[in-house]
T-cell receptor, first 112, second 109 residues
């Protein structure tokens, strides 16, 4: 039981490049989330998916898109990376939107 | 709008008791959670308060007062391994968890 997995662990991009961060969970959870964490800013919600087939914007959605591919997988795409998107990205899942969230190990992204 | 306030840093010594406060302002509130994060690793769930009062889990307790829009996390018998960041997070209707900016706890010997 791996819990929540994220790939890649580290990534360096040049400004304007695109990439997709992958997230998968094996806990049969309905809800999944993407957060970014910057020094002193805590965890800020980018997008979430309350259930398969639905996605909603969080606090900081600009510059990102998401896809809930199936119940297990929730990907985050940066279409044209900017230095302001340098951050640590965490994926999380929960059985329902109101229950405790389980986090993945994070992806450390640097945009130069 | 919504806001959560918690202290940015707290220091304590081993064996002591420390309280981390969290005040919030949000609509559709229905609960307060606490998460722990060690040195940039994955945050992990500590506790949830949906009703007023104290919830105890081993050395950790969490308290909620809805009327005061206030909660706290109480850590007893502090150990070095408790050095970490602690986040309060509000559950509100119609959206996902909203996290505070976190409190860095440093425990010294």
């Amino acid at each position: 039981n791996a819990g929540v997995t994220q790939t890649p662990k580290f990534q360096v991009l040049k400004t304007g490049q695109s990439m997709t961060l992958q997230c998968a969970q094996d806990m049969n959870h309905n809800s999944m989330y993407w957060y970014r964490q910057d020094p002193g800013m805590g965890l800020r919600l980018i997008y979430y998916s309350a259930s398969e087939g639905t996605t909603d914007k969080g606090e900081v959605p600009n510059g990102y898109n998401v896809s809930r591919l199936n119940k297990r997988e929730f990907s985050l795409r940066l279409e044209s990376a900017a230095p302001s998107q340098t951050s640590v990205y965490f994926c999380a899942s929960s059985a329902t939107r109101t229950e405790e969230e389980y986090f993945g190990p994070g992806t450390r992204l640097t945009v130069t | 709008g919504q806001s959560l306030e918690q202290p940015s840093e707290v220091t304590a010594v081993e064996g002591a008791i420390v309280q981390i406060n969290c005040t919030y302002q949000t609509s559709g509130f229905y609960g307060l959670s606490w998460y722990q994060q060690h040195d940039g690793g994955a945050p992990t769930f500590l506790s949830y308060n949906g009703l007023d009062g104290l919830e105890e889990t081993g050395r950790f307790s969490s308290f909620l007062s809805r009327s005061d829009s206030y909660g706290y996390l109480l850590l007893q018998e502090l150990q070095m391994k408790d050095s970490a960041s602690y986040f309060c997070a509000v559950h509100q209707a119609g959206t996902a968890l909203i996290f505070g900016k976190g409190t860095t706890l440093s425990v010294s010997s």
